[in-house]
């Protein structure tokens, strides 16, 4: 039946007729550059762990480091993001363990700068290493802010003074940003960069990595009175201002996808590289979806991409090694 009407002269369908003409006029694209790859590090030699809440997901000895940071570099994914998964025994009430020139992180710093020219970050956070799952001092059951910092600007300094290129403020306190700064340039570290999770919300969907790094089965309560309250978004706005005054080369929302908005609002008001973190629930929520046939694989790249289209500049995301090699051999369009 042939249609009566008039069509417009302009046809926007015209610019989707091919894959040619759809990728020269695509608005974002994604390439290795934008991703950033989490590694979870344990104790032991020789271990490579499976996570149970995360599928494809490992904890990996110190000496077993090598073959996935090899993998990132190979497939250049720019930066590695270190966490670790700390031993019961060495945790406390005031995660003393951050603090150790030997503990996890040092370790996998001095082991992966012998070798590699790769990107490392590192969050300075205590949660890893408290006994009470906590990112700080508690006093009365409430997270004291200026005597976590005291810590945290030390630790910083410890990881920075290790290889760290990336210092990745990650517990929400007040005035870290400056402080930790302050306490680089006074020790000649003026290029070590800091990316501040500034908008960190208190999120349900940091169950499996609390898993990966033990802290789950020990957090007392939750982290609403540091953490980000989810129905704000303005407040954002004010965290962002103030980490960028204090000094704040990146910054950070976490998590990525249920913020969408949030990584927009932040772009749109401040011209500063914007990181966001597709985090472990996110992750898990995918891959158990396209183990059980419910979602397709191009799903993952969609994810990504709803990130960069908001803002983004770079996204850490459990699937960064797959979608690597899927774009080193052009399989994603």
Same mark, same amino acid.
């Given at each position: 039946?042939?249609?009566?009407?008039?069509?417009?002269?302009?046809?926007?369908?015209?610019?989707?007729?091919?894959?040619?003409?759809?990728?020269?006029?695509?608005?974002?694209?994604?390439?290795?550059?934008?991703?950033?790859?989490?590694?979870?590090?344990?104790?032991?030699?020789?271990?490579?762990?499976?996570?149970?809440?995360?599928?494809?997901?490992?904890?990996?000895?110190?000496?077993?480091?090598?073959?996935?940071?090899?993998?990132?570099?190979?497939?250049?994914?720019?930066?590695?993001?270190?966490?670790?998964?700390?031993?019961?025994?060495?945790?406390?009430?005031?995660?003393?363990?951050?603090?150790?020139?030997?503990?996890?992180?040092?370790?996998?710093?001095?082991?992966?700068?012998?070798?590699?020219?790769?990107?490392?970050?590192?969050?300075?956070?205590?949660?890893?290493?408290?006994?009470?799952?906590?990112?700080?001092?508690?006093?009365?059951?409430?997270?004291?802010?200026?005597?976590?910092?005291?810590?945290?600007?030390?630790?910083?300094?410890?990881?920075?003074?290790?290889?760290?290129?990336?210092? &990745?403020? $990650?517990?929400?306190?007040?005035?870290?940003?400056? %402080?930790?700064?302050?306490?680089?340039? /006074? !020790? +000649?570290?003026?290029?070590?960069?800091?990316?501040?999770?500034?908008?960190?919300?208190?999120?349900?969907?940091?169950?499996?990595?609390?898993?990966?790094?033990?802290?789950?089965?020990?957090?007392?309560?939750?982290?609403?009175?540091?953490?980000?309250?989810?129905?704000?978004?303005?407040?954002?706005?004010?965290?962002?201002?103030?980490?960028?005054?204090?000094?704040?080369?990146?910054?950070?929302?976490?998590?990525?996808?249920?913020?969408?908005?949030?990584?927009?609002?932040?772009?749109?008001?401040?011209?500063?590289?914007?990181?966001?973190?597709?985090?472990?629930?996110?992750?898990?929520?995918?891959?158990?979806?396209?183990?059980?046939?419910?979602?397709?694989?191009?799903?993952?790249?969609?994810?990504?991409?709803?990130?960069?289209? &908001?803002? $983004?500049?770079?996204?850490?995301?459990?699937?960064? %090694?797959?979608?690597?090699?899927?774009? /080193? !051999? +052009?399989?994603?369009?």
């Amino acid at each position: 039946m042939k249609y009566p009407g008039k069509y417009p002269k302009t046809r926007l369908r015209r610019n989707r007729t091919h894959d040619w003409v759809r990728r020269l006029v695509s608005e974002n694209s994604l390439t290795s550059s934008d991703l950033i790859l989490p590694v979870f590090v344990c104790d032991g030699r020789n271990k490579k762990e499976k996570i149970k809440s995360m599928p494809g997901v490992f904890r990996y000895s110190v000496d077993n480091l090598e073959p996935i940071i090899n993998k990132a570099t190979n497939y250049k994914i720019p930066l590695i993001a270190l966490f670790p998964s700390t031993p019961k025994n060495k945790k406390d009430p005031y995660g003393s363990e951050a603090l150790n020139e030997n503990n996890l992180i040092c370790q996998a710093l001095r082991k992966i700068k012998t070798n590699n020219k790769i990107g490392i970050m590192c969050d300075v956070a205590l949660d890893p290493y408290t006994s009470h799952g906590h990112d700080g001092i508690i006093k009365n059951k409430y997270v004291l802010n200026d005597e976590t910092n005291d810590i945290l600007v030390k630790q910083a300094l410890l990881y920075a003074e290790m290889g760290c290129d990336i210092i &990745a403020p $990650s517990d929400m306190m007040d005035g870290r940003i400056g %402080l930790i700064r302050k306490n680089l340039d /006074k !020790n +000649n570290l003026k290029n070590i960069k800091i990316l501040s999770y500034a908008t960190k919300y208190a999120s349900n969907f940091y169950g499996p990595f609390r898993d990966a790094v033990g802290s789950q089965k020990l957090l007392s309560g939750d982290k609403k009175t540091y953490q980000m309250d989810n129905r704000n978004s303005d407040e954002a706005l004010r965290e962002v201002f103030l980490d960028i005054k204090e000094g704040a080369d990146f910054v950070m929302v976490k998590p990525g996808m249920p913020y969408l908005d949030i990584i927009k609002l932040i772009n749109d008001n401040f011209k500063i590289p914007i990181f966001s973190y597709q985090v472990s629930g996110e992750y898990s929520l995918l891959k158990n979806g396209i183990n059980k046939n419910i979602i397709n694989r191009e799903a993952i790249s969609e994810t990504i991409m709803s990130l960069k289209r &908001a803002g $983004s500049s770079a996204i850490i995301t459990y699937f960064a %090694l797959e979608l690597a090699k899927e774009l /080193k !051999n +052009n399989f994603l369009k």
